[in-house]
């Protein structure tokens, strides 16, 4: 079965600086791959996914995502935090060719921004 | 355009009381996602539907959960008689399907926090 890992259950960062948030996943064929975010007391959005075709997918809100084969890895990254990105990011596999059946999230990883 | 609507926003119950948790997916969309939230376990897929047909209950704890589907437009959650570890948020979620192929974006409700004391 696929999974996927998440590296720290909590990262706090300053404003302004780097974010990276860790993935790696498990599959047996070509994953589909996806970043969450989920803002206090809300369901989950989209922030961006990959799909096969450029392994450096840009989304929402700054974000980017490099897919790396080698390293089995799907790190979320943004340049520059601001107090709005503090929320829980997940990072999710797809079990299927094509997209969103049985989505497996990972455990979530809490991001701060400090003042 | 409206989003997944989920009723309650907030339950609390005794134990073996029953609780049923409603979804209202996003018109047109064919697939339609339960999931459960805890800080222990994290985000569980319970059960989804297809068309309105469950395709994978293999998430669905034990016999006292169970999930309908009677029309495209409404879902329950069902937890019959409830405990206290059932306490947790509940997710719905729905996506637009192409025969096999999803379009990989699911559309989540704002979920359904559960009590059970």
């Known amino acids: 079965a696929q999974s996927v890992t998440q590296l720290g259950s909590h990262v706090s960062v300053s404003e302004g600086a780097l974010v990276l948030l860790r993935c790696n996943y498990s599959?047996?064929?070509?994953?589909?791959l996806f970043w969450y975010v989920q803002y206090p007391n809300q369901g989950l959005q989209l922030l961006l996914k990959y799909t096969s075709a450029a392994t450096l997918v840009k989304g929402i809100n700054g974000f980017e995502a490099e897919f790396k084969k080698s390293e089995t890895s799907f790190h979320l990254t943004k340049p520059s935090a601001h107090m709005s990105d503090a929320a829980e990011y997940f990072c999710?596999?797809?079990?299927?060719?094509?997209?969103?059946?049985?989505?497996?999230f990972g455990k979530g990883t809490k991001l701060t921004v400090n003042p | 355009d409206a989003g997944v609507i989920q009723s309650p926003r907030h339950e609390v119950t005794e134990m073996g009381q029953e609780v049923t948790l409603r979804c209202k997916p996003i018109s047109g969309h064919d697939y339609l996602f339960w999931y459960r939230q805890t800080m222990m376990r994290g985000l569980e897929l319970l059960i989804y539907?297809?068309?309105?047909?469950?395709?994978?209950d293999s998430g669905m704890p034990e016999d006292r959960f169970s999930a309908k589907m009677p029309n495209a437009s409404f879902s329950t959650l069902k937890i019959q008689p409830s405990e206290p570890r059932d306490s947790a948020v509940y997710f719905c979620a729905s996506t637009r399907g192409s025969g096999r192929e999803t379009t990989g974006e699911l559309f989540f409700g704002e979920g359904s926090r559960l009590t059970v004391l």
């Open positions: 539907f297809n068309n309105n047909v469950p395709i994978d």
């Open positions: 599959s047996s064929v070509p994953p589909y």
């Open positions: 999710a596999v797809s079990e299927t060719q094509g997209g969103s059946e049985k989505l497996v």
